[in-house]
């Protein structure tokens, strides 16, 4: 796979001599010792799509040198972005280190096309690492506590307990409906009957400690609690699994 579109669109936009202040801009690099590169190169590399957001489209491209990025291709609904800020948005996140931080390597801006070029990190993706553990008061823009640890501690366990992922949960049955958030899943099913159903293949095989599991689902259950006050404390947490514990 090939950037083929972008290509036209580049091309479109090299060979106009329209003086537009929105025309594009070359591509720009901020660690002067990293191998530089140029349009030409990005567009003769493969690509393979990584993974699709609400900015847009992140590719996997590797360079005919051999080289690795990530490309994010903005998708048309960041075209109301003007070049001077998008050029200085992109100067200031480009200047700023944390090993946290995935670098920004160069980016790309004309009216049609915007890139942001990063450097490629192995190992799965971000959502693999985290797994949309993230408390419902963060994507309400909500004051964030430790009490949002808690919930994410609580996703955590119900991920170990079910086997299953956040975001990719299947029904028992055609006639049950799909859920995206893995506790609104577990308390549906515990609702109708706490059975084993919900532990993972590998916990049943094990053929014991499955009370001990079901024990541990409903601190998981009141760790995610859609109310924040309405969750136990890490200290409460740790009372609760280690009492689950002296039972064995």
């Not at 003769?44 to 992140?58: C, D, F, I, N, P």
């Not at 996997?60 to 070049?83: I, M, P, S, Y």
């Not at 975001?167 to 577990?186: K, R």
Request: proline share 3%; glycine share 6%; net charge negative.
């Amino acid at each position: 796979m090939y950037f083929s579109v972008s290509r036209r669109a580049f091309s479109s936009e090299s060979n106009s001599k329209n003086k537009d202040p929105e025309k594009g801009v070359d591509l720009e690099f901020f660690d002067k010792e990293m191998p530089v590169f140029d349009l030409d190169d990005l567009l003769r590399s493969s690509a393979q799509v990584l993974g699709k957001g609400t900015l847009g489209t992140t590719y996997q491209t590797t360079l005919e040198t051999g080289q690795r990025l990530a490309v994010k291709r903005l998708n048309d609904t960041n075209n109301e972005l003007g070049k001077k800020e998008f050029v200085q948005q992109m100067q200031f996140l480009g200047k700023t280190r944390h090993l946290n931080l995935v670098q920004i390597v160069s980016f790309y801006y004309s009216k049609d096309e915007k890139l942001v070029i990063y450097e490629f990190v192995p190992h799965g993706t971000l959502f693999e690492l985290l797994h949309a553990s993230r408390a419902p008061e963060y994507a309400q823009g909500k004051k964030l506590s430790r009490k949002a640890d808690v919930y994410c501690f609580g996703v955590i366990i119900l991920e170990i307990i079910t086997g299953k992922i956040p975001g990719e949960i299947s029904p028992f049955s055609d006639d049950e409906t799909t859920t995206e958030d893995l506790s609104d899943w577990v308390r549906a099913v515990v609702n109708k009957d706490w059975s084993t159903d919900i532990l993972d293949v590998e916990i049943i095989s094990a053929r014991e400690g499955h009370d001990e599991m079901l024990k541990l689902t409903e601190v998981a259950l009141e760790c995610t609690n859609e109310v924040p006050e309405n969750r136990p404390t890490m200290s409460e947490v740790l009372l609760k699994i280690e009492e689950i514990e002296h039972r064995e």
